[in-house]
């Protein structure tokens, strides 16, 4: 079946500061693999994502690869700002079938000045 | 334009009681998607239509759970006899309509969190 395993949180970073937060995933043929993002009182919100195997999705400084060899697709970010504090979903969609996505359990980075 | 818009933003029930929870979709987008977060996981799948019709309900944790929705557009998550372990934020998602083999973005709204006492 389809799942999601990410990085426990919470993460504390000060500003600059370098950021990965790891993600596998498990998954039958080809999946696409999304990052969401959910500020502070606000929805979940697309934040990058990468269709098939090397591709890179990258948005607002963050990147993630997509790696088939290790099944993973992390999330990095060469500097980090106030501004970044959010929870963080790494998630897929399976090649066939509906177009649901399936989740990680969320990734909380707080970054402090 | 307008975004996805859920009601309530919160309800608390006691148990045993039924729930309604709403979700306004982004118009024109045909698809539509229920998730739920409980406390300390990631977002669970529940159900999604395409258009007026719910291809697979599988996902739906139990009997109690059912949802409709008519017009192609608003549609309810309904939860009868609630129970402590369906508290929980519930949250909709709309998209264009699928098409095979391509994704179209999800759109969230801001969930409807769910205290069931």
């Known amino acids: 079946g389809n799942s999601v395993t990410q990085m426990e949180g919470p993460v504390t970073l000060s500003e600059e500061a370098f950021l990965t937060i790891n993600c596998t995933y498990t998954?039958?043929?080809?999946?696409?693999l999304f990052w969401y993002v959910q500020y502070p009182g606000e929805g979940l919100q697309l934040l990058l994502k990468?269709?098939?195997?090397?591709d890179k999705g990258s948005n607002k400084g963050f990147e993630a690869t997509y790696r088939k060899e290790t099944t993973s697709f992390h999330l990095e970010k060469g500097s980090v700002q106030v501004s970044d504090s959010a929870v963080y979903f790494c998630?897929?969609?399976?090649?066939?079938?509906?177009?649901?996505?399936?989740f990680g359990t969320g990734t909380r980075l707080t970054v402090i000045p | 334009g307008a975004g996805v818009s859920q009601s309530p933003s919160n309800k608390v029930t006691e148990k045993g009681k039924d729930v309604e929870l709403r979700c306004d979709p982004i118009?024109?987008?045909?698809?539509l998607y229920w998730y739920r977060q409980s406390l300390g996981q990631g977002l669970e799948f529940l159900i999604y239509?395409?258009?007026?019709?719910?291809?697979?309900k599988s996902g739906l944790p139990s009997d109690r759970f059912s949802a409709e929705r008519t017009g192609g557009s608003v549609s309810t998550l309904t939860i009868q006899r609630t129970q402590q372990e369906d508290s929980a934020v519930y949250l909709c998602?709309?998209?264009?309509?699928?098409?095979?083999?391509?994704?179209?973005?999800?759109?969230f709204g801001p969930g409807t969190r769910l205290t069931v006492l």
């Open positions: 998602a709309s998209s264009l309509a699928l098409i095979l083999l391509s994704y179209n973005e999800q759109f």
């Open positions: 998954a039958t043929g080809y999946p696409s």
């Open positions: 990468a269709t098939k195997a090397d």
């Open positions: 998630a897929l969609r399976g090649q066939t079938g509906a177009n649901n996505l399936f």
């Open positions: 118009s024109g987008h045909t698809a």
């Open positions: 239509f395409q258009g007026n019709s719910a291809p697979d």
